[in-house]
Every structure is written in structure tokens, then in C-alpha cells.
């Protein structure tokens, strides 16, 4: 007990506490900081929500409005060229959502598909997170990947590298041959423009740029 007594004697009880203050400051500091941020970008998506169901109820409204201000203030060529490529952007657009939509269906299908014939465990959960993520141009497939081989790696540590093997092959068939023809040709583009559209969106503008440069190539 005598180094224990002799150790508890010459600790710096002040400066330990003033440590364990400092410590807990900043961790409270940086918990409030995490909060604070979540809030707030939880409201400005709460916000984006209903400015969104406002515009879609007033979208006719908000179309004839628009409109008027093009013919009010602009010769009638521009104006007619104005809405003409309004209008062209709207329809890309739509048709490019419709085909990620079936393109993320393909893409989880296969999935689950390609997991049940070799006996993977969580086929349907992967295939659901694999069908999420496609909204996210070729990269999205790699983060539902990750996760597919971790929850493996917890159920069957054997299967895990069958599983990456399984989602890598059936990933790189949908990405070359699937996804090219399915949205680019749900906007009017050939499967090469459709990837160089997505590589040079995503070099530019990163993740947003990978998902809108296919509608906006196809727009130009």
C-alpha cells in the first residue's frame, strides 16, 4: 500500500480536474454542435418538403404565371424557345427518374436473384439496399456492396468473399450493359454518351453531378 499512498499524494488533484473540466467541456461542446447541426438540417429538409408540395399543387398555376413573364418581357422567338426548352427539360427529366426507377428494380432483382442461387444470407435485405442506392449512378451499387459483405461477414464469415464476388460480377454486367441502355435510353442517349455523361458530372460536380448530368447532357 506504500507506493499506492505515495503515488495518490503526489497526483496534481487540481490540474487532473481542471483536465477532466476541459475534456468534458469539449465534448459537451461538440455534442451540442452535432445537435445543433442535425436540427437544422433536418428543418431546411423539412422546409424543402413543403415547398415542394406547394409547387406541385400550384404547378399549373406557377407554369402560366411563368409564362406571361417570358412573352411580357422577351421578343416572341425567345420566349418560344424558352418554354420549348423548358418543356424538353421536364420531359428528360421525368423520363430520366422513371428509368433510375426501373433501372434500381433490374438492379435489386438480380441481386436477390444472384444471392438465393448460392445460398447468401440477407438476399432480400441486400437486394432492398442495393435497390436504394442505385439512385446514385455506379458508385451507389459499391456502398450497398460494403454493407452486403459486412452483414456476411457477421452471419458466414466463409461466404464473404463469395458474396463480394457475387455483388462485383453482377454489379459490373448491370453497370456496362444494363444501366446505359435503360436510362440513357429512357432520355434519348447512347450507352457511350450516358457514361461519359456520368464520368464527366462526376469529375466536375461530384456525387450531384454523377446523378443530373444525364438528364442535363441530354437536355444539351
Known sequence: TAPITEWVKNLDFENLIKNVLSGAGTFINVVVGTAAS???????????VVIMFYVLL????????GKKIVYAYLSKEKADKIVYVSKLSCD???KFLSGQCIEACVLGGMMFVGFWLFKLPYAGLIAMLTCVS???????AFMSCAIGV???LIANPSQAIMCFIVYQVIQFIENQFIYPNVVGNSVGLSPLWTLIA?????????LLGMIFFIPIVAVL
Open 38 to 48: 442535425t436540427i437544422s438540417i433536418m428543418g431546411t429538409i423539412a422546409i424543402a
Open 58 to 65: 400550384s404547378k399549373k398555376e406557377l407554369i402560366r404565371h
Open 92 to 94: 428528360v427529366f421525368a
Open 134 to 140: 442505385a439512385f446514385i449512378p455506379y458508385i451507389g
Open 150 to 152: 459486412v452483414l456476411t
Open 198 to 206: 456520368v464520368l464527366v458530372g462526376g469529375k466536375l460536380f461530384g
